[in-house]
């Protein structure tokens, strides 16, 4: 399940990317989120994956959808980006696989053998406003700034052209 998961993954992220029409771009996307949702599942992280679910890629994913159908022509492509455009982006993102490989190839895992405790919503309550070490504030602002740009960007492309 592990691998169909990332494969899935991989390949709509790619088609999210690639897709020159808007709205597919972003029903790949629902698929991307639907199959991360499924890893938590998969990881028993059943509290994490009910979020993925409700809150990115059901209410996420909507309202891109929804800017994009108030905003923009459905069946509008996008123009197909010159060489100026793909190269250097083509350079950041095998930089970035790149990198990415060398950091998991050199990072040791080791397994773990803890006794599972058991977990109550007060102490899942204190993990998500903690700011310790295992605290959850701080990713959920970067994403949340993270999520804005997207979807300003999301808006901005979906925007009418005045021409």
């Given at each position: 399940?592990?691998?169909?998961?990332?494969?899935?993954?991989?390949?709509?992220?790619?088609?999210?990317?690639?897709?020159?029409?808007i709205?597919?771009?972003a029903?790949?996307?629902?698929?991307?989120?639907?199959?991360?949702?499924?890893l938590?599942?998969?990881?028993?992280?059943?509290?994490?994956?009910?979020?993925?679910?409700?809150?990115?890629?059901?209410?996420?994913?909507?309202?891109?959808?929804?800017?994009?159908?108030?905003?923009?022509?459905?069946?509008?492509?996008?123009?197909?980006?010159?060489?100026?455009?793909?190269?250097p982006?083509?350079?950041?993102?095998?930089f970035?696989?790149?990198?990415?490989?060398?950091?998991?190839?050199?990072?040791e895992?080791?397994?773990?053998?803890?006794?599972?405790?058991?977990?109550?919503?007060?102490?899942?309550?204190?993990?998500?406003?903690?700011?310790?070490?295992?605290?959850?504030?701080?990713?959920?602002?970067?994403?949340?700034?993270?999520?804005?740009?997207?979807?300003?960007?999301a808006?901005?492309?979906?925007?009418?052209?005045?021409?």
């Amino acid at each position: 399940m592990f691998l169909l998961f990332a494969a899935m993954i991989i390949v709509f992220s790619i088609l999210t990317v690639t897709s020159r029409r808007i709205l597919r771009a972003a029903t790949f996307l629902l698929f991307v989120l639907v199959s991360t949702a499924g890893l938590y599942f998969l990881l028993r992280y059943n509290f994490l994956a009910a979020i993925q679910l409700t809150l990115y890629a059901g209410g996420i994913v909507v309202l891109i959808i929804f800017s994009i159908l108030l905003t923009s022509h459905i069946g509008e492509k996008l123009p197909v980006p010159g060489w100026r455009k793909a190269l250097p982006a083509a350079v950041v993102a095998g930089f970035g696989a790149v990198m990415t490989l060398f950091v998991v190839i050199q990072h040791e895992f080791q397994g773990t053998a803890t006794n599972q405790e058991p977990t109550n919503v007060r102490l899942i309550g204190q993990s998500l406003l903690s700011t310790e070490k295992f605290g959850y504030a701080l990713p959920f602002e970067v994403i949340s700034i993270l999520l804005l740009a997207a979807m300003v960007g999301a808006i901005v492309l979906a925007k009418k052209r005045k021409d």
